[in-house]
């Protein structure tokens, strides 16, 4: 059974904040550097995207330097969108989902629960390869594990506070590593203006896709409603303080891409190399860099890759496990504000035990032994996967307009057209990607 008032009605005849009331006081709503949009996109921004980037300025140089900019504009739209409808509703966005139909929960309960599986073994292992590099000693199998106890532990036994504090110093680290590359790179300002035209350079569909689509864009983009809550705004009080905070992250997290690509663009290609497939391209990178200005450059990349790799892992471990929590509570008819449904509560900790602990013993299996992961679990990760994208822009559509959202708070006619555009591209290159899962897991069964 459910709780009927869990449910946003269809009407728009509860609103959700007639009891709420903001963690500040009463005092003005003030915006701080550090906030809730700084851990969606730092969390966002993982070793692979990094890879997707640096490969693309090592092929194209500067002319998907338009694309980063399409990217940014569109996270700000789908994460501005996901907060707009928690404070103004004051539901979570699961429950928003489930006002759409039961077609969106029988999406999202097998995809978090595949997802979560195959992430926290991703997670752990692309944690432990810069550490494996700086300390050659100690196997990745051990870093890996190290990871993911430290990031159970961190995540566990802390309130958000700590957990957004932990996020600010990783994404510092991250951010000033490769923007200061950035600048020892030297970009060449006149290929950067010259990338801002729009065009696809030949045989670069891919990568412009990836770039515009896919670079800090996961699950975690649903989870910002979920560390509003935890920062304490409940309220359309916050609702510019929301979009100041989103505003400012995702432009972050455009600098940090775009330093990738100048990377890319002076270090990778000047030296003509060929980055490894997944995160092991980063370590060649490393290498190169480590060649070109020597040893304490190359690892201080090694540290920031490390930072952007732990800092996307305990994002996931939280927010993730926030949007597990509320699931489960919501299917067991409970409220979206129950404690068991919050950070530190009962179905949060189990998610994150379940992100933890059967992914380690799986990768320390599979290293004892020497076998690959099943094909069938790959091709579900990355079926679902590519669908998640398209498929929070097209909820969007659905819980910003019409009755689900007060008035004041529903899409505006530019807001629908940038999340439409927002769609198309996620729904062409969800297909593309599932698309690429299949003919991976065929190559594999040959």
Known sequence: MTNPAATPPSDGSKLGHAD????????????????????????????PDMVATLTAGSRYGYLLFW???????????????AGRYTLATGYTIFEGWRSLGRWTTWYFAPYIVIWGFLYGASAMSSSALPLAALFPG???????VIMGLLGFVLVWFNHYAVFEKITAALVGIMFVVVVILAAIALPNVPEMINGLVPRIPEGGMFYTLAIAGGVGGTITLAAYGYWLREKGWYTPKWMRVMKLDNTMAYVMTGIFVISMLI??????????????????GLLDLGGVLEARYGAVIGKAFLVG????????????WNGVSLMFADFVGNMKGLDSDHPDTRVGGRYFKWYILWLTFPPMVFLVVQNMLGFSTPILLILLYGVLGSLFMPFMALTNLGLLNGRRIPTRWRNNVIQNILLGICTVLFVVLGGYQVWQAIMSALKQLR
Do not use: Q
Request: glycine share 16%.
């Open 138 to 144: 100690v196997p990745l199998t051990v870093w890996a």
């Open 263 to 280: 990377v890319g663009a002076e270090v990778v290609r000047a030296a003509g190399v060929t980055l490894g497939a997944n995160d092991e």
């Open 67 to 81: 694309a980063v900019l399409v990217g940014v504009i569109m996270k700000i739209v789908l994460v501005e969108g």
């Open 305 to 316: 890759f490390w930072a952007a790799a732990f800092s996307s892992l305990i994002g996931v």
């Open 20 to 47: 709420r009331v903001d963690d500040d006081g009463g005092r003005p709503a003030k915006w701080k550097l550090v906030g809730p949009g700084l851990v969606v996109a730092a969390t966002g921004v993982g070793a």
